[in-house]
C-alpha cells in the first residue's frame, strides 16, 4: 500500500471510530484483546497480551491508535494481560465456529458471500435443532470479510476442554460417521445425520445413474476399487437402487464399496457445515471484534440475531462509508457488487464512491490515484 493510499484508509478509519464505539463483549475485564496496526512490522504484526477494564478505556485506546485489526479472546482469564499464556490462568471460553467462504467455493466475491450465508443458516439449524443450544445463547458475526463467526455463550459450555469440542465440531462437519449407523433400520427417528446421510447415498446412486456406462463403470473400478465384472453387474441392477430403503442397500457389497470412497466422503462432507475445525477446537483463540472495520476489506463486522441473517446483505449492511467520489489506480480489471449496485473497472484510474475505493484499497486492488 503506498503512502497516499495508507493515509486515505486510516483517515476513513479513524472518522469511523471517532463516532463509532465498540460494544464491548461480556466479561470485558476477563478478555484479552489484540490489535494489528496499519503500520505493523512484519518482527511484530500484532499487539496482543492488552486487557481493559471498562467500555471507555476500550473505546479510548481504539480511537487513539486507530488499528486495522481488532480481536478479543473468546477464553475468559484471570490474568488477561499476563504476557505467556500459563500466567493468563484461563477460566473457560466461549464455543466459536468460523466459516470462511475460501474453504467452501471459489469464484466472485458476491457468490462467496451468499454461499457461506447458506452454510451459516444451516450450521445454526443443526445447532438449535439438533444439539439443542438455545437461541438466546447464539451470537451470530459477519466476519467483515468472506464469512461469518457464531460464538455460543451457553455457561455449560464454556469449561469444555479441547477434545468435547472436537466432538461438536466433528457432529457437525459429519467427520467420523459410521454408515452402519447412519443406515441402522432399527433406529427411528430418521433426523439428523441419519437422514442427511440417506439422502447423500441416493443422490450418490442417482449420480452413478446418470453418468455415462463407461464413466460410471471407471468411477467404480477406481475410487469404489471393485472388480469390472461385479460393476457390470451392479450397473445393470442399479436402476431400482435408489429407491430401496437407506438400510437395505448395505447389504450390497459394491454399496458399501461405495461409502468407503473419497468421493462420497465428500458428498457426506458437504451435507454437514463447512465449519474451520481448528478455531472451534482452539480454547484460546482470538477472533475479530463486533462493531470494528476489517482492515482488509474496511467493511464492518456486523453482529446479528439469528432472525435477521437471512435478510442481511453484507455488500449492502456492512459498508460503513458513503458515496463521495475518489479517483483510484486500478491495479487489474475488477467487477463486484457493492451498496446495491454493479461496477465494473479496467486496470488504470477510475473514479469510485469512497466506500468502493476503501474496498479495494484495503484489498489491495487499487491505490489513490493523485488528486483524490
Given amino acids: 500500500m503506498k503512502p497516499a493510499t495508507l493515509e486515505f484508509v486510516k483517515q476513513r478509519f479513524t472518522e469511523y471510530y471517532q463516532r463509532q464505539n465498540l460494544a464491548a463483549p461480556s466479561s470485558l475485564e476477563q478478555r484479552e484483546w489484540g490489535f494489528v496496526f496499519f503500520d505493523a512490522s512484519a518482527e511484530v504484526r500484532m499487539r496482543r497480551h492488552m486487557a481493559f477494564v471498562d467500555p471507555q478505556e476500550l473505546a ?10 481488532v480481536y478479543y479472546s473468546t477464553a475468559y482469564y484471570q490474568t488477561p494481560s499476563a504476557p505467556t499464556m500459563n500466567d493468563k490462568h484461563w ?4 464455543l466459536i465456529f468460523d466459516l470462511d467462504a475460501d474453504q467452501i467455493v471459489r469464484g466472485p466475491y458476491a457468490v462467496m458471500l451468499a454461499r457461506v450465508k447458506e452454510e451459516t443458516l444451516k450450521l445454526v439449524g443443526m445447532l438449535v435443532d439438533e444439539l439443542g443450544f438455545s437461541r438466546n445463547h447464539i451470537r451470530i458475526a459477519f466476519s467483515g470479510g468472506r464469512g461469518y463467526h457464531i460464538h455460543v455463550t451457553d455457561i455449560a459450555v464454556r469449561g469444555w476442554g479441547s477434545p468435547e469440542r472436537r466432538e461438536i465440531v466433528d457432529y457437525v462437519c459429519g467427520i467420523g460417521i459410521d454408515p452402519a449407523v447412519m443406515l441402522d433400520l432399527t433406529a427411528a427417528p430418521r433426523t439428523g445425520w441419519r437422514r442427511r446421510y440417506a439422502d447423500a447415498l441416493r443422490d450418490h446412486l442417482l449420480w ?10 471407471a468411477w467404480l473400478t477406481g475410487p469404489a476399487g471393485i472388480s469390472k465384472r461385479a460393476a457390470a453387474e451392479f450397473l445393470a441392477g442399479l436402476g431400482a437402487l435408489p429407491e430401496k430403503d437407506p438400510g437395505d ?11 468407503a470412497a473419497p468421493d462420497f466422503g465428500s458428498r457426506v462432507r458437504d451435507a454437514g457445515a463447512r465449519a474451520d475445525e481448528p478455531v472451534t477446537t482452539d480454547i484460546k483463540r482470538l477472533i475479530r471484534a463486533p462493531g470494528s472495520l476489517h482492515g482488509g476489506s474496511g467493511m464492518r463486522v456486523v453482529p446479528l440475531d439469528i432472525r435477521d441473517l437471512a435478510d442481511f ?12 467520489e475518489v479517483r483510484v489506480e486500478m491495479k487489474a480489471n475488477f467487477t463486484t ?5 454493479t461496477y465494473t473497472l479496467k486496470i488504470g484510474a477510475a473514479k469510485v464512491p469512497e466506500a468502493l475505493a476503501v474496498f479495494l484499497c484495503c484489498r489491495n486492488m487499487a491505490e489513490i490515484a493523485g488528486g483524490a
Avoid at 91 to 94: K, V
Avoid at 208 to 217: H, I, M, Q, V, W
Avoid at 249 to 259: E, N, Y
Fill in 313 to 324: 446483505d453484507p455488500l449492502v449492511d456492512a459498508v460503513v462509508f458513503g458515496e463521495r
Fill in 337 to 341: 457488487s457493492l451498496l446495491g449496485n
Fill in 60 to 69: 479510548a485506546y481504539v480511537k487513539n491508535l486507530v488499528p486495522a485489526h
Fill in 91 to 94: 477460566a473457560g471460553a466461549d
Fill in 249 to 259: 442397500l448395505l447389504q450390497d457389497r459394491v454399496v458399501r464399496a461405495i461409502v
Fill in 208 to 217: 452413478l445413474r446418470g453418468l455415462d456406462p463407461a464413466e460410471a463403470t
